[in-house]
C-alpha cells in the first residue's frame, strides 16, 4: 500500500513563506513526477509544480519566481518552498506523485491534502 503523508501549511501573512512537505511511503517500484496541485473554494484543482526523477520542474505561471519545488530521492520527499505569498495563493494544496508500486503499474497516487491560508 502507498500513502503520501503532507505537513505544513497554515495561516499566514501576505508577504510571508510557507514549506509544505510529503513524504511516500509504501510498497514502491518507483516514483516519476512528484508535485503539488491545490484548489480554492469553488474552483477546479490546478496544478502548482511538478519535479520528475531527471531533475526537470514545471511551474505554473502564477507562481514562477515565488515557489520552488524540490525533491529528496533517498526519503521520497517532495518539498514546496512558498515565497511571498498573496491572498491568492490561498487554497488546499494536494501532494501529487506518479508511482509504480511493485507488480503494478504507475498511477496517480494524492496525498489529503492541506489548508494554506493567506491573509492578514
Known amino acids: 500500500q502507498v500513502q503520501l503523508v503532507e505537513s505544513g501549511g497554515g495561516l499566514v501573512q501576505p508577504g510571508g513563506s510557507l514549506r509544505l512537505s510529503c513524504v511516500v511511503s509504501?510498497?514502491?517500484?518507483?516514483?516519476?513526477?512528484m508535485g503539488w496541485y491545490r484548489q480554492a473554494p469553488g474552483k477546479e484543482r490546478e496544478l502548482v509544480a511538478t519535479?520528475?526523477?531527471?531533475?526537470?520542474?514545471n511551474y505554473a505561471d502564477s507562481v514562477k519566481g515565488r515557489f520552488t519545488v524540490s525533491r529528496d530521492h533517498a526519503t521520497n520527499t517532495v518539498s514546496l518552498q512558498m515565497n511571498d505569498l498573496k491572498p491568492e495563493d490561498t487554497a488546499v494544496y494536494y501532494c501529487?506523485?506518479?508511482?509504480?508500486?511493485?507488480?503494478?503499474?504507475?498511477?496517480?497516487?494524492w496525498g489529503q491534502g492541506t489548508q494554506v491560508t493567506v491573509s492578514s
Open positions: 509504501g510498497s514502491i517500484f518507483s516514483i516519476y513526477g
Open positions: 519535479i520528475y526523477s531527471g531533475g526537470s520542474t
Open positions: 501529487n506523485a506518479q508511482i509504480r508500486p511493485r507488480g503494478g503499474h504507475q498511477v496517480d497516487y
